[in-house]
């Protein structure tokens, strides 16, 4: 058999390009800067090249309550979402606009 007769014979699934990573892989917290003695500036990245994503992100400042938001951080891009203590991203999504 050859190889052409071999590659359409295959499944269109098996053709398909490896999946992207997921988009939990693409941003991060970080903490840059004091706020004051017991809280710190929170920053949001997203390194993804090209894609916004949806990113969901609960944080603390000391003393405070429990926040939790959505953001859309651009391709690229790096924002302050505010003075916290503590912080996590809960969910990653592409966004779909």
């Keep these: 058999m050859t190889v052409a007769a071999v590659l359409m014979m295959a499944s269109p699934a098996s053709m398909l390009a490896a999946e992207e990573p997921a988009p939990s892989t693409f941003v991060a917290l ?12 929170l920053w949001l990245i ?29 391709p690229n891009s790096k924002r302050e979402i505010g003075c916290a203590a503590e912080a996590e991203i809960t969910q990653a999504k592409f966004a779909e606009f």
């Design 30 to 41: 970080t903490f840059e800067g004091a706020c004051d003695n017991n809280n710190n500036r």
């Design 46 to 74: 997203n390194n993804h090249t090209f894609k916004t994503i949806a990113t969901t992100v609960r944080w603390r400042a000391a003393g405070g309550k429990n926040l939790t938001e959505e953001f859309f951080p651009g």
